[in-house]
Nanobody, 127 residues
């Protein structure tokens, strides 16, 4: 089992960049695939990006490729989501999630495949 906690969400202005962090404990995050999702009010939880701990393969939502970058720090047991050129429509609660192992692209894009979730961190982008 792994516990996840997101940090880094805050109020930013449109056009700014923001890096979100996901701390995993107590198990090594390198054994898991970790994904970032977000949920805006009245919307479904949306996949953004994922990274497979065993081999560092990354997956991105088509709409977000180029705007976000996911990375994993094995030494510190952290996963990061760098977001650039933020827009007001990026305002949402952002979640990291994990499942054990690495099951490829299609699996890693589906929120129901993730077993562990953090409580979320709120990002608000002002216009």
């Amino acid at each position: 089992q792994v516990r996840l906690v997101e940090t880094g969400g805050r109020l930013v202005e449109a056009g700014e960049s923001l890096r979100l962090s996901c701390a995993a404990s107590p198990r090594a995050v390198s054994g898991y695939t970790v994904g970032w999702f977000r949920r805006a009010p009245w919307n479904e939880r949306e996949f953004l990006a994922a990274i497979a701990g065993p081999d560092s393969t990354t997956y991105y939502a088509d709409s977000k490729e180029g705007q976000v970058t996911i990375s994993m720090d094995h030494a510190d047991n952290m996963v990061y989501l760098q977001m650039n050129s933020l827009k007001p429509e990026d305002s949402a609660t952002y979640y990291c999630a994990a499942y054990l192992g690495s099951n490829g692209s299609a699996w890693s894009r589906r929120k129901e495949k993730y077993d562990y979730w953090g409580p979320g961190t709120r990002v608000t982008v002002s216009s």
